[in-house]
């Protein structure tokens, strides 16, 4: 028993990291946001998007372990360079105001559980997830990281502290409800953005050739391709997990604030910290402290996958030394993305931007360059040249393209209610 358990906890890593820094405090918002305008009508997203989310995070971890090379170096090497630039920029700038948004909601969140002032719990909270970074080797980090991914279960404790019309939980969960006002799809669009996300794509197939190069016997399996079913199918099992922890957190937080926050009226939510201050005086102090303890840890996972995904961007963009086992001075380059994308979210903290207007255009931006990063990774995954005889296969082709589509619509759809 405990061999196979150690078994199973040895293929969760990219996949379930990734997962857990999709429920990121700006995530959080949206879900929690959803809940307490919507009630349990928008349940049936988080479903959903389940397998479209697997579908697409599952093509990006196969691109990066059969190539070795992340996605920014695989665009590049088979799209104009413009085309690099373009998402590249974009990526970046929404990770950092997305950074921002997440220690913010993290130092609110800390003030609210001790008090004192939240401004400096930003700066510490920036500096550590940097030093982090910097300082740990990559095998070690992620084992940090794998223990953070605990913290999320404090919203599953959450919905059983409370009381839940399960019978009306289970019908929203499986028949969707479709209201076409500006604020039920912006909602809804919000759920779908926040879920399937382009760092993502970047740090789970950046993830996959750090645990190659970890590896000295391990090799790219476009050239190595012994045990290649064993590596596929240990992407498959995290990938699976991770998604499947994600949406299941995601689930709670709309189950748990639908029905304290929506039942007691209380329907604009605009950031996870007024999500768990408002649930105090309705659910008691331990749901509050669940809520917002839950907002700390999940930060301190989001925040390192958003600088590194932009840092592996910028430096497979131009071929800068990169990953997390190296060394400050052997990949200077790197690291000093990863500080410029963590320093400038704290900075952004300081300034008199909105912070709740820059995610939203953040998640604007999100929404809009996953349409074209998605259409690119299936073209890779489906490409012989790229992928060689481990192209995807017809059925998690039909799922990435459905993916794909479904957020083409999405994006669609936020215009349309513009």
Known sequence: MKSTMRN???????????????????????YSQAGAQFGFLTLWTVVFTYPLMVGIQMVSARIGRVTGHGLASNIGRNFPRP???????????????????????????????????????????????????????YQRYVRYLKWLTLALLSYVLLVLTIHIPWREVAAHSVMPHFAFTAEYLTVVVAVFGTTISPYLFF???????????????AGALAHAPEGAEEHLQRIKIDTYLGMGFSNLVAFCIIVGTASTLHV????????????????????????????????????????????????????????????????????????AII????LGGVALDFSPIDPIKALFWSAVVNGVIAVPIMVVMMLLADDPKVMGRFTVKRRLKALGWLATGTMAAAVAAMFATW
């Open 8 to 30: 199973w906890a040895r293929q969760l890593g990219p996949g379930l990291i990734t997962g857990a820094a999709d429920d990121d405090p700006s995530g959080i918002a949206t």
């Open 339 to 342: 500080a410029l994308a963590t």
């Open 264 to 335: 007691a009226g209380i329907t604009d939510i605009q950031t996870s910290a007024q999500a768990a201050e408002a649930l105090r005086p309705l659910a008691g102090q331990f749901a509050f402290l669940l809520f917002a303890l839950g907002i700390i840890g999940t930060g301190l996972i989001a925040v390192p996958v958003l600088a590194g995904s932009a840092a592996y961007a910028v430096a497979e963009t131009f071929e800068w030394r990169r990953g997390l086992d190296l060394k400050l001075l052997e990949a200077r380059e790197f690291y």
């Open 203 to 217: 740090w789970q197939a950046s993830q996959e050739v750090e645990d190659l190069d970890a590896d000295p016997a």
């Open 83 to 137: 085309v690099l630039y373009g998402i590249v920029a974009l990526l970046v700038f929404a990770n950092t105001i997305n950074i921002a948004a997440d220690i913010a909601a993290m130092g609110d969140a800390l003030h609210l559980v001790v008090g004192g002032p939240s401004h400096v719990y930003v700066v510490v909270f920036g500096i550590a997830s940097l030093l982090l970074q910097v300082f740990l080797t």
